[in-house]
């Protein structure tokens, strides 16, 4: 396996959930401002209101959700691909400081995130949001302990050669 494509699907990883976190709630402060304009207009029948006024109200519910289990999902791929991943103990410190990469630019997208909710528009929206906010305000955490179970699972599990 190419040790190059592992280090940048990480940080790929790390970074994308960046990314779908503040696209969702860009998506929900203008799917809000959208109800909210249709809701004034008078040419568009109750029933389409109400329609897309129950979208409007479960549409961070559902995507909160939806956050929370492909980021779990994805941990438990992580953790079942190290366990299938033929091991190297010559390689340990150097995911020792993909570790500490991974950390650093985990910690810089938890700062970014909080930063970036600051703003008016953005804050209300991601009070909707209860699950994301909190796995993105604690993003270094959830990454390095992430990182970290990885590289028990990878380096923990018997040989099946026999060797060291």
């Not at 990314?19 to 029948?45: E, R």
């Not at 791929?77 to 190290?82: A, E, H, K, N």
């Amino acid at each position: 396996m190419n040790k190059r494509g592992v280090i940048s699907d990480a940080i790929l990883f790390t970074i994308m959930l960046f990314v779908v976190s503040i696209g969702l709630l860009v998506v929900y402060v203008a799917y809000d401002n959208i109800n909210v304009a249709l809701s004034g207009n008078d040419q568009i029948p109750q029933a389409e209101k109400d329609r897309f006024d129950e979208g409007a109200d479960a549409f961070p519910t559902t995507w909160d959700y939806v956050f929370l289990t492909v980021f779990i999902g994805v941990v438990a791929g992580v953790l079942i691909i190290s366990y299938l991943l033929a091991t190297q103990p010559v390689f340990f410190f150097v995911f020792m400081f993909i570790v500490v990469v991974l950390g650093g630019l985990a910690g810089y997208i938890a700062n970014a995130f909080d930063e970036i909710i600051l703003d008016p528009a953005l804050s209300a929206s991601a009070v909707s949001f209860p699950i994301m906010s909190f796995i993105m305000s604690n993003y270094l955490l959830f990454i390095v302990v992430t990182v970290m179970m990885m590289l028990i699972v990878f380096y923990a599990k018997p040989n099946v050669d026999g060797g060291f």
